[in-house]
């Protein structure tokens, strides 16, 4: 399985950008599928992750902000996040679990600054 992230950039307080993770390789759906953020120094964290049946969740520092969807059928995910701060500077990584396995794309930068 190979997951594809883009979508990240440069963009001022306030803001949007929306990420998008495919994923390419083996046919088997995933059960759980998500987005991660590292900032420099720091561990990398959950920010959202849907599951199969479409369940969300939300960290705590992004929620009423980040949205995260899929289109099942192209085997996408996506991350749209409005009202970006500057805390939200980070690689963000996209996520895939199938049973015990666990798959990653390879980040995509994120920078929010004026």
């Known amino acids: 399985v190979q997951l594809q992230a883009s979508g990240g950039g440069l963009v001022q307080p306030g803001g949007s950008l929306r990420l998008s993770c495919a994923a390419s390789?083996?046919?088997?759906?995933?059960?759980?599928m998500g987005w991660y953020r590292q900032a420099p120094g720091k561990q990398r964290d959950l920010v959202a992750s849907?599951?199969?049946?479409?369940?969300?969740s939300y960290s705590e520092s992004v929620r009423g902000r980040f949205t995260i969807s899929r289109d099942v059928r192209k085997r996408t995910w996506f991350l749209q996040m409005d009202s970006l701060k500057p805390e939200d500077t980070a690689v963000y990584y996209c996520?895939?679990?199938?049973?015990?396995?666990?798959?990653w794309g390879q980040g995509t930068q994120v920078t929010v600054s004026s």
């Open positions: 996520n895939a679990k199938r049973g015990f396995a666990s798959f």
């Open positions: 390789g083996s046919s088997g759906a995933f059960t759980v």
């Open positions: 849907i599951t199969s049946g479409g369940g969300t």
